[in-house]
């Protein structure tokens, strides 16, 4: 069996590569021949940690496995992150481990390729102006994926404690664009494309703000009563998910379906575009809302192209 540390993860695999990873499962589980298995998350009673599995099996990218891992709140003051997870790959023909894999970068990496392909497969294609909601570690990540999916001409950002936008700044930086910290009236009225990337409790961002036209993708929400958009803003959007069970029950859809404003049949998943079997956005004026709730099968698509760039490389540990 292999192992890939954390350590040897960053820069194995490009951008456009786990891009490529996850808009390959999206489709697969659009064709339902990838399915995620019920997802387990349990409060520890220890160190206030969240922990769980995520985990499910590809037929046509013969990736299977699991995300272990979970929220430890105190690691930020020890100097690690708070968020810790480990990939598992097995073997599909017959069930031996192949991989234990680091899943914090991964984990990053995939939630960001997940907006960037609902951006390339949902947002105006004339977008000029990309917005992110949130500067906390995740952030960066989800704005470097995001500028390459159209010809952005202007970054515009919002956080809760505007002094975190610098990481953001420097991001529009590297990619040669001008950057402002604004407040969300102007962030929504100015915006062609909005990412939502907080661990919030309450809705942020209104629906007055938001222009017509405009496409969002809510990738903060990930568990039950977190909440990003006001609870109106789905009733007057077109859906798109991931995986539409996760979207109504822990994704940012479950307010709008708890106080009846949208079903489950008005949810279409992103792979369904991806596949043509779905038009996607059909108007300049349509709010296009994708819900990123975070499937296993994104971990182990991308999970699976870094072990194999990490073996090409030398950098996977045999055992
Ligand atoms: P972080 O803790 O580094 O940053 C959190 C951000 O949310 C900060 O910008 C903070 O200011 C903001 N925030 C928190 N509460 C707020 C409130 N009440 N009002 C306004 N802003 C508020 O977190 P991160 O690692 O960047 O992750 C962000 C979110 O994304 C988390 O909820 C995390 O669970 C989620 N996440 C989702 C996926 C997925 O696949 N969808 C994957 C990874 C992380």
């Known amino acids: ?50 922990y769980g599995f995520k985990s499910g099996f590809d037929r046509e990218g013969l990736a299977l496995g699991l995300k272990s891992g979970g929220f430890w709140p105190g690691n930020a003051a020890k100097g690690l992150t708070n968020h810790q997870s480990t990939i598992f790959l097995f073997d599909a023909e017959s069930g031996q481990i192949r991989a234990v894999i680091g899943g914090n970068r991964i984990t990053a990496l995939r939630t960001a390729a997940a907006s960037a392909v609902s951006i390339r497969h949902l947002a105006r294609p004339d977008a000029e102006v990309m917005a992110v909601v949130g500067a906390g570690h995740q952030s960066a990540f989800q704005l470097r994926a995001a500028l390459e999916q159209r010809r952005f001409r202007r970054v515009v950002a919002w956080n809760r404690d505007p002094s975190r936008l610098a990481g953001l700044a420097a991001v529009a930086d590297e990619f040669g664009l001008p950057f402002a910290a604004v407040d969300l009236d102007q962030l929504g009225a ?24 405009t496409h969002i993708a809510c990738m903060g929400t990930d568990t039950r009563g977190k909440q990003e958009v006001e609870t109106a803003l789905p009733g007057r959007a077109s859906l798109f998910t991931d995986e539409v069970l996760q979207a109504i029950t822990i994704g940012e859809f479950q307010h709008a379906i708890a106080a009846g404003l949208v079903t489950a049949e008005a949810v279409t998943p992103l792979g369904a575009v991806i596949i043509g079997e779905h038009p996607g956005r059909v108007s300049e004026e349509e709010i296009t809302l994708f819900d990123g709730t975070g499937v296993a099968l994104q971990d182990l698509a991308v999970g ?15 055992v």
């Open 1 to 50: 069996m292999y192992i890939v540390p954390e350590a040897v993860i960053a820069g194995l695999l490009s951008r456009d590569e786990c891009f490529r990873a996850v808009e390959a499962v999206f489709a697969s589980m659009a064709r339902g021949a990838a399915r995620n298995f019920p997802v387990i998350r349990e409060a520890l009673g220890y160190a206030d940690a969240l």
């Open 190 to 213: 100015e915006a062609d494309v909005i990412i939502t990337i907080l661990s919030s409790f309450a809705p942020v961002l209104r629906v007055a703000q938001v222009r017509p036209g």
């Open 304 to 318: 699976a192209a870094v072990l194999e760039a990490a073996i090409a490389k030398g950098l996977a540990l045999t």
